[in-house]
């Protein structure tokens, strides 16, 4: 039965990213917002469901290591394992306003949060602080995105989409549907089976929980690489990782207050850390991700794993 959900997950995810990158690409063409911040709000949000939906039951169920390994694994897998395998599949152009707005307020929250956990417990004003700085974000990404495709020259055929709005909408909420299912069937087949090998709760946690819950982020991101809509890819990663902080950890913690181990605070968080340090001179150089940065990012996450069983195996 476990490997029936993990098949059954997977093809399920597979066809929710398609209908999700779908109905996301033709909305924002209709209300002229940029695939980049539809990808930042949208399809990140719907994206990181998953991993709100497994952070909260964890949580009020009294396993804090799964719901901060589950945000923090999952934040490694998408900018390492994720944009790594999105720029093999395509080199990804990086657009000016993922370097000068986007990286900055996902650095800004990695460090917001981590210096939140030092007392080891996230607890109710931190969960505040962290989601009102989410909603005022993306409130800043949508107006500005407006005014500036208000005020850049576009040919109508760059713009008209045909339908109706409600069905881009339906296709977005049918896609996050899907992705959501898909992803809570193929962890808990994955969870099954790797407890039937006798893995630990928190390696499961950092390592299959995380990569399950980025499954929507790594078929959206690679569907879309192979529309050629990079934009998008880029923006679903960033805004995933935000959202995964700002939502995901502030939502819980209002909640109820979220223990942190120490182990979270000096191994995997540092691996947040530079990780994201890392994709940023990627992000600088030509102003795109290449197939070898991305097999480098690739090769990192691939480290991190090795370096877990290593040491907490």
Known sequence: ??????????????????????????????????????????????????????????????????????????????????????????????????????????????????????????????????????????????????????????????????GKPWKDVLYILLGCAGLAFGADWLVDG????????????????VTIVAFGTSAPELITSILAAFRHQTDLSVGNLIGSNIFNINAILGITSLITPISVNQEVISFDMVWVSAIAFIVMPFMITHKTISRLEGAILFLIYVAYIVTIFMLKA
């Open 190 to 205: 994955a969870v099954d089976v790797a407890q039937s090998f006798g893995v630990s709760d928190l390696i499961i946690s």
């Open 1 to 162: 039965m476990s490997y029936i959900l993990l098949v059954a997950g997977l093809i399920t995810l597979i066809i929710g990213g398609e209908i999700l990158v779908k109905g996301a690409v033709n909305l924002a063409f209709r209300f002229r917002v940029s695939t980049l911040v539809v990808g930042m709000t949208i399809v990140s949000f719907g994206t990181s469901t998953p991993e709100l939906l497994v952070s909260v039951k964890a949580a009020l169920g009294g396993h804090p290591d799964i719901s901060i390994g589950n945000v923090v694994g999952s934040n490694i897998a998408n900018l390492a394992l994720v944009l790594g395998l999105t720029a093999l599949v395509w080199p990804i152009a990086v657009d000016r306003n993922s370097l000068r707005i986007d990286w900055p307020m996902m650095m800004g929250s990695s460090i917001l949060v981590y210096l939140f956990m030092l007392d080891h417990e996230l607890v109710f004003w931190e969960g505040a602080i962290l989601f009102i700085t989410l909603i005022a974000f993306s409130v800043f990404l949508i107006i500005k995105s407006r005014k500036d495709n208000k005020l850049a020259t576009e040919s109508p055929e760059e713009t008209q989409v045909e």
